[in-house]
């Protein structure tokens, strides 16, 4: 239960920190990205995971790099979800998507340690 606390904290203090370098990707406060990174979360799980299911041959033809895509389409489609949460196009919601897996290796490493 901490694991999941501190990794959607982590998720939303990275959307955060992207909002301040990334032209087109905005979140307007801490209360914006706490949502938004639970939105995030729930679709991943959900439609994110159906996704990844129908797409996985093109996932293994690419290595996994398919995957940053459902990531991105994930949180573009949270942006319209999420009042004071805008993602400006593909080119951002990459990025993010790039983001926020680093973030999820790191907690999941950070875990193992513990």
């Given amino acids: 239960m901490m694991k ?3 990794h959607w904290l982590l998720s939303a203090v990275t ?6 370098f990334l032209h087109g990707f905005v979140v307007r406060g801490l209360e914006p990205a706490l949502v938004a990174a639970l939105v995030i979360g729930l679709l991943n799980a959900t439609l994110g995971l159906l996704l ?9 033809i690419t290595l996994g790099l398919f995957l940053l895509v459902i ?17 400006a196009g593909w080119i951002p919601a990459l990025w993010g998507a790039v983001a926020l897996a680093l973030v999820g290796i790191a907690v999941h490493a950070g875990s193992k340690r513990i």
């Fill in 71 to 87: 990531n991105a389409a994930m949180i573009l489609l949270a942006a319209r979800f999420v009042p004071g949460f805008h993602v």
């Fill in 4 to 6: 999941l606390l501190i």
């Fill in 15 to 20: 959307l955060l920190v992207i909002s301040h």
């Fill in 52 to 60: 990844k299911i129908i797409t996985f041959p093109i996932t293994i």
